[in-house]
């Protein structure tokens, strides 16, 4: 049952269109059916995409969130907040990582102490990963400029190259030292051929970067 609409709000958007509709050709009429119909479509595709687009969420002293590709899975890991992974025939195709990171005490600016401590860090993956290359080091781009990446690339199972992108995601306060490290890797079967378009070059792991809100 239609509710009556009352004089003051004047004639509906339908009683309108109606009396202009009435007197115009008929490939008009069609015109603006099929328009209507292709509108319906769109926002119903639209919204199945919002709908059906798994998340993460943490809270806690590090609060973080994001978005992800359903061609990621999420895996065990240990240490870390949350793991995932996109693997074909068993092998990878690319991942991603966020783990908390406690920085050590520190005196001054907190990216005085960052160098310092991707030294160490380095040295780790450096010993952990074979064939370690180191490609870059510094600040993340100025579009996230409290944090600072590292790039590198190693040989994973029967040789296959894997390259990798760390950051370390602060907070802004000048005493920060609880961190996020996140942890991003991809190979060739990711359509990624070096070490600087992880996470920057399309896909999965560019879509979660975009998206990730920290605090």
Sequence with gaps: MKAPVKPEFGPTLPHMLGRRLHGAPAWARGGLGAAAVA????????????VGKPSYSH??????SFPYSSRLHRVAAPGAFVR???RRAGRLVQSFEVAPL???AYQGRMFGELPLFADGYIR??????????????????????LGYQILYRY????????YGRDEILLRDRPDARNALLLVMRATPLAG???????????????QIVNDFTFG
């Design 39 to 50: 509108a319906v479509v769109i926002v119903a595709l639209a919204a199945a995409l919002l």
């Design 59 to 64: 809270g806690g002293a590090l609060p973080f």
């Design 84 to 86: 995932l992974e996109q």
């Design 102 to 104: 406690r920085l050590p």
């Design 124 to 145: 780790r993956l450096r010993g952990a990963l074979p064939g370690f290359q180191l490609v870059y080091e510094g600040r993340t781009p100025p579009t996230n400029p």
């Design 155 to 162: 040989r994973g199972p029967g040789g296959v190259p894997v």
């Design 192 to 206: 990624v051929g070096y070490a600087p378009a992880v996470g920057v070059a399309g896909g999965p792991l560019t």
